[in-house]
């Protein structure tokens, strides 16, 4: 006889059991922990778009910032002609990248020790801030209002300085909580920190341009069109501070911060020196070529065209800038493909290539002013390619969260250090030659490339080839200060507040018989959000309006739609429906709460649990049960009954024939429906759930009075792992009071009886359920002579198991509880089931370990 292998028995080494060639399902649900080590996910796909989104935002508003000093000065020169020296200039350009190294290296250790929110915030305000005091400086003199903007600059730019370290911190988390964003996390690094940093450029030079055209290029409106530039840059701080007010916390910085302890940093430096070295340097080297060029485009380009207007200046400058774009989406899709290390020593080696052509052919290319242009840009594209596409990533991956704001802002420092002298000395340059522009822009260009040269050699010896799995990183950090002696307390208490975390809009797929019970559970629990529902049927838009959500005709019309954040799952749709679509979900990064039966056949069944472990989400199935007070007073009182030796169970009720009809048709056959799929498998999780695993069953099946395929009940004898020995009584075409539901009440659709459908038998006492009185002998004499008395327990005062289950599912989910009951647990269920239903056919006792695939 085959006998089923379980691939993840087989994953799981410890839980094989070998007894002559047959692998065994553990019976031991706890055993099988396949969820063990990866990390809660907090975000959504909807959270981790704005999270990616804002972020870009903010680096882009950075950006614009730096830039906007170096293309103003064009005005500023023309306004203070006699005041604004080349030192004066040096003095506010590089007041904000001052202020930047401040920020990012006072941020990295904020965002580290009171977390990624309060970093955010608090960049958010210094920002906000320094560019409102920028707009409106005045000063009694000119040299009074240099200062003042000197100041002011100083101030925005240590909140734009936090940017790096919070924004590029809480990119690598927050996209480590997805699958799909994990496997694109270059690309969308290089979106974040690349082609939102060369808009803000971009932006930098079209904002005065555009305010130039406005104001009809009069010199005495220069004034007004410098401080309307500034002011505009506080458009995109203010806008997003909401949203970091409110952003939720990642998994990674909830399991692996360390915000209690000061960590030994001598340690971190003696483990990751070589990424932290190659990221720092080339990052310095980066900035050294990239922010000149970038800072004095319009210079440039106004040298190349002597005498022109200052909108064909800022116009030139614009265009050049706009070259910075198609680098960042071919070096952000290359570093995915190829690699970080690669793809940063590509893009050096090419722009150094081509800095040098430009340097030694200078003088012929400028004589064509677009030629100059296009070269120039491409030299300035190639630049993002490389390591302006990656370099924030290989800055944040490859260090373990508990220093990541930190060993960023440092690396971030460097690089800002590297663009303050790059700024100083390119301007100088320039200014040494005095009318020949010429030569002036030849050494620039063979200057940079041949920091090029150096930056790619750097990326080669330095950057690691690939960037480590996140999770593992931080594991293997604490694993590495264990061994060091240190004890470190790791993860934020705080964070364990459901009330700080956002994550609770749920989907119901399915709105049948089992479907309105869980659609209206989800609006009774305190924090979760209906998100939409899923039917296909057509009173649907009558629901649609009752609930107040969105109603979707499928899964996939569900998943297409953008604007929907669905952070979990309910699926409540026929039991042959229930893998594929709950597959369907994991993969597209949604947790599932699945209704009972996780499967109609044990090959399926450990296909979705396949696909729970590498889906890195959570999978529970819906035995409600184990929530409701009579299942869970049960399991309180047993220990009071002694060793338990026997029980007998009963579910008989009589099932209507529009029961059966269509569209539930599946009920009549005995692969989909049937008690067996349908009851049973409730049974049998609730005597897991009191007594462990069943071992062995044995099933006569019961009369049957209708003509389907399924059957219609058995009588039923167990034997469990205990020794302990039962009987159960199952039918659906009988008329009886006695059943769960008609026990306890549960289900609104059965009217209650409160007859007893379970009793238990114990060394010390014996329990019927729901009647709840435990039989015993008290201070007597244990003998059939002495006088049994009656002891009636408690039954705890709970929510309807619907809602408790929900609660619990979150709770799963955010990393606060374990699972009741996931796949593996309620596989066990389903093997019984598939036991029962071979020994009816078979006429015999059938081991659990004997299950035929089949």
């Given at each position: 006889m085959d006998t089923i292998s379980s691939p993840l028995d087989e994953t799981k080494g410890k839980d094989e059991e070998k007894n002559n060639g047959t692998t065994q399902i553990a019976p031991a649900a706890t055993d099988l922990d396949f969820e063990e080590g990866h990390a809660p996910v907090l975000y959504s796909k909807r959270s981790i778009f704005f999270m990616v989104l804002f972020s870009g935002?903010?680096?882009?508003?950075?950006?614009?910032?730096?830039?906007?000093?170096?293309?103003?000065?064009?005005?500023?020169?023309?306004?203070?002609?006699?005041?604004?020296?080349?030192?004066?200039?040096?003095?506010?350009?590089?007041?904000?990248?001052?202020?930047?190294?401040?920020?990012?290296?006072?941020?990295?250790?904020?965002?580290?020790?009171l977390g990624r929110k309060s970093g955010a915030v608090l960049t958010t305000l210094f920002l906000s801030v320094g560019i409102i005091m920028t707009a409106v400086a005045h000063g009694t003199s000119d040299k009074g209002l240099f200062w003042m903007l000197t100041v002011s600059r100083g101030i925005a730019g240590f909140g734009a300085g936090g940017e790096y370290p919070v924004s590029g911190a809480g990119t690598a988390e927050s996209t480590d909580d997805s699958p799909r964003a994990r496997r694109h996390r270059g690309f969308i690094f290089a979106m974040v920190a690349d082609v939102s940093a060369s808009l803000g450029f971009i932006f930098s030079g079209l904002v005065p341009l555009l305010l130039l055209l406005c104001f009809h290029e009069r010199e005495a409106h220069y004034e007004k069109i410098w401080r309307i530039a500034f002011a505009l840059g506080v458009i995109p701080p203010v806008s997003i501070f909401w949203f970091r007010w409110r952003m939720a916390m990642s998994s990674a910085e909830r399991r692996s911060s360390a915000r209690n302890t000061i960590l030994p940093y001598h340690l971190a430096i003696k483990r990751y020196w070589r990424p932290l070295l190659g990221s720092a340097a080339a990052w310095f080297i980066y900035n050294y070529i990239a922010y000149p060029f970038g800072l004095f485009s319009s210079s440039i380009s106004a040298s190349v065209n002597a005498g022109d207007s200052l909108v064909k200046s800022y116009g030139w400058g614009t265009l050049i800038n706009c070259f910075y774009l198609p680098g960042g989406f071919i070096g952000g899709y290359l570093s995915d493909k190829i690699g970080r290390r690669k793809t940063m020593a590509l893009g050096f080696g090419l722009q150094a290539c081509l800095g040098f052509i430009m340097g030694g052919c200078l003088e012929s290319i400028q004589k064509s002013t677009p030629l100059f242009i296009v070269l120039y840009g491409l030299f300035l594209t190639l630049g993002e390619v490389g390591p302006g596409a990656t370099i924030v990533a290989t800055s944040s991956e490859f260090?373990?969260?508990?220093?990541?704001?930190?060993?960023?802002?440092?690396?971030a420092a460097v690089s800002k250090a590297g663009a303050a002298i790059g700024t100083s000395v390119f301007k100088p340059i320039l200014a040494s030659y005095g009318d020949d522009t010429v030569r002036g822009n030849q050494a620039v260009f063979l200057i940079g490339s041949g920091f090029a040269v150096l930056g790619m050699l750097v990326a080669w010896f330095f950057i690691p080839a690939n960037p480590p799995n996140l999770v593992e990183e931080d594991e293997n950090w604490k694993i590495y200060l264990q061994d060091a002696g240190y004890e470190i307390q790791w993860g934020d208490d705080k964070a364990k507040d459901p009330k700080k975390v956002v994550f609770d809009a749920i989907a119901i797929i399915g709105q049948g018989a089992i479907g309105p019970r869980h659609t209206d559970a989800v609006l009774d629990v305190t924090g979760a959000a209906l998100a939409c529902i899923v039917d296909p049927h057509?009173?649907?838009?009558?629901?649609s309006i009752k609930y107040n959500c969105p109603i979707f005709a499928s899964v996939d019309a569900m998943l297409q739609d953008k604007d929907v954040r669905i952070d979990a799952a309910i699926v409540c749709t026929p039991n042959h429906t229930h893998v594929a679509l709950s597959q369907q979900l994991l993969l597209a990064g949604i947790h599932v709460l699945c209704e009972k039966p996780i499967c109609t056949d044990i090959p399926s069944g450990l296909s979705l649990i396949q696909t729970t472990n590498v889906s890195n989400r959570k999978l529970l199935i819906g035995h409600h049960r184990r929530f409701n007070p009579f299942a869970v007073a049960v399991k309180q009182h047993l220990p009071s009954l002694g060793r338990i030796i026997a029980i007998n169970g009963l579910w008989t009720l009589y099932k209507p024939s529009s029961y059966f009809d269509p569209p539930t048709e599946w009920r009549r056959l005995s692969s989909t429906g049937g008690p067996i799929l349908i009851n049973l498998i409730h049974e049998v999780d609730l005597l897991h759930y009191w007594y462990g695993p069943i071992t062995r069953v044995y099933a006569e099946p019961a009369p049957k009075q209708r003509s389907f395929d399924a059957e219609e009940g058995a009588a039923i004898t167990l034997r469990f792992e205990s020794g302990m020995v039962g009987t159960f009584l199952l039918c659906d075409a009988v008329v009886s009071p006695y059943s769960f539901e008609g026990g306890t009440g549960e289900n609104p659709n059965i009217p209650r009886t409160g007859k007893d459908f379970h009793r238990v038998f114990g060394t010390e006492g014996s329990l019927s359920v729901p009647d709840m009185t435990r039989w015993e002998y008290g201070d007597a004499e244990k003998s059939w002579s002495s006088e049994l008395v009656g002891v009636k327990l408690e039954v705890p005062d709970m929510k309807v198991p619907f809602v408790e289950q929900i609660e619990h599912f979150l709770r799963v989910i955010r990393g606060e509880e374990k699972a009741r009951c996931d796949g593996v647990e309620a596989l066990r269920a389903v093997v019984v089931c598939e036991a029962v239903k071979m020994s009816m056919k078979e006429r015999r006792p059938v081991e659990i370990a004997e299950i035929s695939a089949t």
């Open positions: 935002l903010a680096i882009g508003s950075d950006a614009y910032n730096s830039a906007l000093m170096g293309q103003l000065l064009l005005l500023l020169s023309a306004l203070y002609p006699d005041t604004l020296s080349v030192a004066t200039q040096s003095q506010l350009t590089n007041a904000f990248i001052i202020g930047l190294i401040l920020g990012m290296l006072a941020f990295g250790f904020v965002s580290d020790r260090v373990p969260t508990s220093i990541r704001g930190q060993m960023l802002g440092l690396c057509p009173d649907s838009a009558a629901k």
